[in-house]
């Protein structure tokens, strides 16, 4: 029997690294958003869209992949992605 859908259970994760001091960076980024790939089980639609804008002259968010680590164990795959906001 061939698995033609597999039920996604990681979250979505969404961190903003000025919660509790307004002045917080991180490599140049208030925050960043995890993708958890629901629906793009390749991880790789929106990562080729932001390649292709870059390409293309368009301003686009930095992106990048994770790997979430669990007592030194690869837990889990995330997309990583800048937060578009005012100051994108």
């Known amino acids: 029997m061939f698995l033609t859908h597999i039920k ?3 979250k979505t994760i969404r961190s903003s690294f000025d919660k509790f001091d ?3 960076w991180w490599d140049g980024l208030k925050g960043i ?3 958890n790939g629901r629906n793009d089980h390749a991880f790789m639609r929106e990562n080729l869209q932001l390649w292709v804008c870059l390409l293309a002259g368009i301003t ?3 992106w ?3 790997f979430v ?3 030194d164990i690869v837990h889990v ?3 990583m992605v ?3 906001n005012k100051l994108f």
């Open 64 to 66: 990048n992949y994770a």
């Open 22 to 24: 307004k002045d917080q």
């Open 77 to 79: 795959l995330y997309s």
């Open 82 to 84: 800048e937060h578009v």
């Open 33 to 35: 958003h995890l993708s």
């Open 8 to 10: 996604i259970l990681k």
């Open 69 to 71: 680590y669990n007592n």
């Open 60 to 62: 686009a968010p930095r």
